[in-house]
């Protein structure tokens, strides 16, 4: 999730915990502790598919979050000498801080490795998208209530617990939501007669009404969108080309394994000029995917591997408004117009 949900969720939780016993440090605590897994970002792993694949990895782990919260404490408690006797909650606080935030990351889309070094894979759940104002608001009124309440301790926890509360409600809606969606969209691809390889769903931007699902289909995918409004035969389907076979003979190299792996699948290889380019279609939409590595390069010998390159494609802002049109309305197209697929990827 993006940092100030993750500060939010750390300042509540750690509020929660421990806010009757010590105060206002408890949230202060608990709002450094919900960023500190992310610092990982500053780790150079070696190359750009190394760097997004590593991320939310050891630093995101339950264990080492076990681990390592008795050294937090005890570095909390040189500083807060007088709260010593509250050693066991501030325990609680540092690994509950710690680890809601690798939790509610691995409810979005990208992979957060919850169980490392037992296994590096990337769990996520995919029922949030990585910024939603109806988990990040909740906690924020909580915070700023208890802040505002300071001669109220008791008022103060109330309101906090409640924005705690509801932010988990919606978060559990999104888990219903996205059950409900997955069906229709499975029923949508079988009434087509599109077999899926590899499938995937996530909330469109900003809320869990809307949700974008990508499916993987012979030498092709399809990208479609489904509002929780929409009957099977209103999904939208729109299918785009991948060649795979431009990495024919590579398919062993590290970094063409690794992006297989970690995106489960959810990838397509297509051409820019010479160059071969790998994208995660899991973030982004068609035309606009976030994360493109450029692996190889054609040459008269076959493609050639290439120090690795990463490539971000900019969504049009301007069309932002037009997914929440089609959370009501299933006769809005949100797939790239002829103009832009002219500057695809092909």
Not at 76 to 87: A, C, D, N, P, Q
Not at 114 to 123: D, G, K, R
Not at 321 to 341: C, G, V, Y
């Amino acid at each position: 999730m993006d940092s100030v949900t993750q500060i939010a969720l750390g300042g509540a939780v750690g509020y929660a915990v421990l806010g009757k016993q010590v105060g206002r440090k408890a949230m202060l605590w608990g709002a450094i502790l919900g960023t500190l897994p992310d610092l990982d970002v500053l780790i150079p792993y070696g190359d750009a598919i190394a760097n997004f694949t590593y991320h939310r990895g050891f630093s995101h782990s339950l264990f080492v979050h076990l681990l390592a919260s008795p050294f937090i404490v005890w570095l909390i408690l040189s500083i807060h000498r007088g709260t010593v006797e509250h050693r066991n909650r501030w325990f609680y606080l540092v690994f509950l801080c710690l680890t809601t935030h690798a939790i509610i990351d691995s409810f979005t889309v990208y992979g957060t490795q919850l169980l490392w070094p037992l296994t590096e894979y990337p769990f996520a759940v995919s029922n949030l998208f990585i910024i939603d104002p109806m988990v990040t608001l909740p906690l924020l009124f909580g915070l700023v209530a208890a802040l505002l309440l300071r001669a109220k301790p008791a008022s103060a926890r109330t309101c906090n617990v409640v924005g705690l509360t509801l932010s988990c409600m919606y978060m559990t809606w999104s888990l219903g939501a996205k059950v409900y969606i997955d069906n229709k969209v499975k029923t949508a691809l079988a009434q087509n007669n599109i077999s899926v390889t590899a499938y995937m769903s996530t909330p469109a931007p900003f809320n869990t009404l809307l949700w974008r699902v990508v499916a993987m289909s012979d030498g092709e995918y399809y990208e479609a969108y489904a509002s929780v409004f929409d009957t099977p035969s209103e999904v939208s389907l729109n299918g785009y080309k991948t060649s795979p076979e431009l990495l024919s003979g590579l398919e062993d190299a590290w970094g063409v394994q690794r992006l297989k792996w970690f995106t489960k699948g959810l990838y397509s290889v297509k051409s820019d000029g010479p160059e071969i380019i790998m994208s995660d279609l899991r973030m982004g939409i068609e035309c606009a995917y976030a994360f493109n590595f450029v692996v190889a390069k054609k040459t008269i010998l076959g493609p050639q591997l290439v120090d690795v390159e990463q490539l971000t494609q900019r969504p049009d802002l301007s069309e932002v408004n037009s997914i929440f049109e089609r959370i009501w309305d299933p006769s809005i197209n949100l797939a790239p117009n002829q103009k832009r697929l002219k500057g695809c990827l092909q």
